[in-house]
T-cell receptor, first 116, second 112 residues
Framework: DAGVIQSPRHEVTEMGQEVTLRCKPISGHDYLFWYRQTMMRGLELLIY????????DSGMPEDRFSAKMPNASFSTLKIQPSEPRDSAVYFC??????????????FGQGTRLTVV | DQQVKQNSPSLSVQEGRISILNCDYTNSMFDYFLWYKKYPAEGPTFLISISSIKDKNEDGRFTVFLNKSAKHLSLHIVPSQPGDSAVYFC???????????FGTGTRLQVFP
């Protein structure tokens, strides 16, 4: 498996524009996580899915953020409208539940978002 | 409210010496802890984990210690190598949740 694949790797957009980040999890993994990395807060969980269903979106900062997982192999994180303070590296990760233990999450390479 | 804290943003260690990275948590319900390593322009990669039923887990040069009463864990790397230079994140999860809560990271630099 190629691992978790995120696109694009870099995104530069103007304030007010819509931004869509994409993620393909590892095949067979039943959990998908979206994280945002900032200097102040480290890796901050935004939302996670189990079997394509959103379980916890309490980390989504505002209504401008939304995430979908239409099938087991694809997820999107959308910001509309984008603001300069959204600039960060966004990571997608996937993992597999075995028994009662959630195994370690595998991360994609991230999308570096810059909103100017 | 930061449930997982890494109070040292950076650490510099000489090659061959021991590196000790610390992590504190506030939620006593956490029962599984992990360390991730992150190189620039890459995603974090899993390094080592420990369950709350243990107080130590070792994997080669890497050992994680857990002190539940103090809500503290640490990662020991010995001997440290220049290739260990990276940002290290600790993470925790609990029995009633499947999500991993990460700390803010510690940047380790191992110099020759």
């Amino acid at each position: 498996d190629a691992g978790v694949i995120q696109s694009p790797r870099h995104e530069v957009t103007e304030m007010g524009q819509e931004v869509t980040l994409r993620c393909k999890p590892i095949s067979g993994h039943d959990y998908l996580f979206w994280y945002r990395q900032t200097m102040m807060r480290g890796l901050e969980l935004l939302i996670y899915f189990n079997n394509n269903v959103p379980i916890d979106d309490s980390g989504m900062p505002e209504d401008r953020f939304s995430a979908k997982m239409p099938n087991a192999s694809f997820s999107t994180l959308k910001i509309q409208p984008s603001e300069p303070r959204d600039s960060a590296v966004y990571f997608c990760a996937s993992s597999l539940m075995t028994g009662t233990m959630n195994t370690e999450a595998f991360f994609g390479q991230g999308t570096r978002l810059t909103v100017v | 409210d930061q449930q997982v804290k890494q109070n040292s943003p950076s650490l510099s260690v000489q090659e061959g010496r021991i590196s000790i990275l610390n992590c504190d948590y506030t939620n006593s319900m956490f029962d599984y802890f992990l360390w991730y390593k992150k190189y620039p322009a890459e995603g974090p990669t899993f390094l080592i984990s420990i369950s709350s039923i243990k107080d130590k887990n070792e994997d080669g040069r890497f050992t994680v210690f857990l002190n539940k009463s103090a809500k503290h864990l640490s990662l020991h790397i010995v001997p440290s190598q220049p290739g260990d230079s990276a940002v290290y994140f600790c993470a925790a999860s609990g029995p009633n949740t499947d999500k991993l809560i990460f700390g803010t990271g510690t940047r380790l630099q191992v110099f020759p």
